[in-house]
Structures are given as C-alpha cells and as structure tokens.
C-alpha cells in the first residue's frame, strides 16, 4: 500500500520559515519523481517544486525562497520554505510521479500552511 504522509504545516507570520516533510512508503522511492503541490482557496493547485534524482526546478513564484530535497535511503521529501508571504497561504501536497510511467502517480493528504500577521 502506498502512502504519502505530509507534516511541518503550521501558522507562521510573513517572513517566518517552516519544514515540510512528506514520508514515502510501498513505492520504490528512488524510481519516482518527487514534488510538492500547493492549492489555496478558489484556486488550482500548482506545481511549486519538483525533484528527479539530483535535478530540482521550481515554480517562479518560490524560487529562490523554497528549497526541495530528497532522501532517497530514508524515503523522505523535504521542503525548506523562507521568506514565507501571505501569498504562500495553501493546503502543500506532496506527489511521486513514476518516472517510467508518468501516468501512475500518488498524493499525500496535505498540510495547511497559513502565512498571516
């Protein structure tokens, strides 16, 4: 069974920094891209940073503020947010995307980020 479980969310003030981790279980961690999603209220999620072993990009909107990382012995994803901005407010997901097989992918659940003074 795979499961992607999100944590670090939390409520921090514009300019704060917070840690997300997604743990990975029942995939072949190293075989799958990594990336994290965010969807804030009204809004479609966007992709806001992706990994493939060694290779990060991200969204224009984070670059330079979040910084993606992957373990892939500990089947861990990480992101590092600085600089955080009202704007940032969002649910975060965490998704692995097969790399052989870019249709088969999975979601964690999600963990609220709440920038606000």
């Known amino acids: 069974q795979v499961q992607l479980v999100e944590s670090g969310g939390g409520s921090v003030q514009p300019g704060g920094s917070l840690r997300l981790s997604c743990a990975a279980s029942?995939?072949?961690?190293?075989?799958?891209?990594m990336a994290w999603y965010r969807q804030a209220p009204g809004k479609q999620r966007e992709l806001i940073a992706s990994?493939?072993?060694?290779?990060?990009k991200y969204a224009d909107s984070v670059k330079g503020r979040f910084t993606i990382s992957r373990d892939n012995v500990k089947h861990m994803l990480i992101l590092q947010m600085t600089s955080l901005k009202p704007e940032d407010t969002a649910v975060y997901y965490c998704n692995a995307r097969y790399i052989r097989l870019p249709s088969s992918q999975y979601w964690g659940q999600g963990t609220q980020v709440t920038v606000s003074s």
């Open positions: 029942g995939i072949i961690f190293s075989a799958y891209d």
């Open positions: 990994i493939t072993n060694g290779d990060a």
